[in-house]
C-alpha cells in the first residue's frame, strides 16, 4: 500500500510517482506489518527493500518445587515439541501463537497447561505441585525404613517432595517385629 493505495503484491513497480513523501504500508498474513517513509527526490528509479519480522514474544515456564521437565508443544496445527528444558527458565523470541505446556515429574501424573504468546508480551506458566512431607521416629533410632519393599532412609528420617495422599511405611529394627504405618500426605 502506498499512501493507502493497493499498489500490487511485492516485488512491484511503481512508475509516475511525482517528488514528495510517501507511506509504504508492508503486509503478510503472519508476519507483522512493516510501514517505511520513502521520499521520491528524483527521476532515478528508487529500491525500497525490507524484511517483515514474524510476531514472536517470550514465555517464562516455573514450578514449585524448580527442576520439572516439560515439553513445549504448538497447538495451531504443528502439534510438534517445540522447545523440551527443565523448569524455571525463559524462552525468548517463541513465535505468537497457542501451545501446551506438559509437565513430567517422576513418580508424578503428567500435567498440561495451556498458554497464548502474543508480540512482545511475557507470557507465563506457573505451576505448583500440591507436596507434603513425613517425619517417622523410632525407639531406639537407627531403623531402616521401606515403602512398598524399597529402603527409603533410617529412623529419624524426614521425606519431603511427597505427592497427597495415603502412605504405608514398615519400620523395621534387628531384634524387634516389623511395624507397618500409614500416613495421609497433606500438602
Request: proline share 4%.
Amino acid at each position: 500500500m502506498i499512501n493507502g493505495n493497493n499498489e500490487g503484491t511485492s516485488s512491484v513497480t511503481v512508475d509516475q510517482l511525482q517528488f514528495g513523501a510517501y507511506s509504504i504500508e508492508l503486509k503478510l498474513n503472519g508476519y507483522i506489518t512493516k510501514h517505511l517513509d520513502v521520499t521520491v527526490e528524483s527521476t532515478d528509479s528508487q529500491i525500497v527493500s525490507t524484511d517483515l519480522d514474524l510476531p514472536v514474544g517470550t514465555l517464562e515456564v516455573s514450578t514449585t518445587p524448580e527442576g520439572v521437565s516439560f515439553d513445549l508443544v504448538s497447538v495451531e496445527g504443528l502439534d510438534r515439541i517445540m522447545f523440551s528444558g527443565v523448569s524455571p527458565v525463559t524462552i525468548p523470541d517463541l513465535r505468537n501463537g497457542d501451545y501446551e505446556v506438559q509437565f513430567s515429574r517422576e513418580d508424578w501424573e503428567n500435567y498440561s497447561e495451556s498458554v497464548t504468546v502474543h508480540n512482545n508480551e511475557t507470557s507465563s506458566v506457573d505451576l505448583v505441585y500440591p507436596e507434603g512431607w513425613v517425619m517417622i521416629t523410632s525407639s531406639p533410632d537407627n531403623a531402616s525404613v521401606f515403602e512398598k519393599g524399597i529402603f527409603v532412609g533410617k529412623t529419624p528420617l524426614r521425606i519431603k517432595n511427597l505427592k497427597e495422599g495415603e502412605k504405608t511405611y514398615t519400620v523395621r529394627q534387628s531384634g524387634y517385629e516389623d511395624m507397618e504405618m500409614a500416613t495421609e500426605i497433606v500438602a
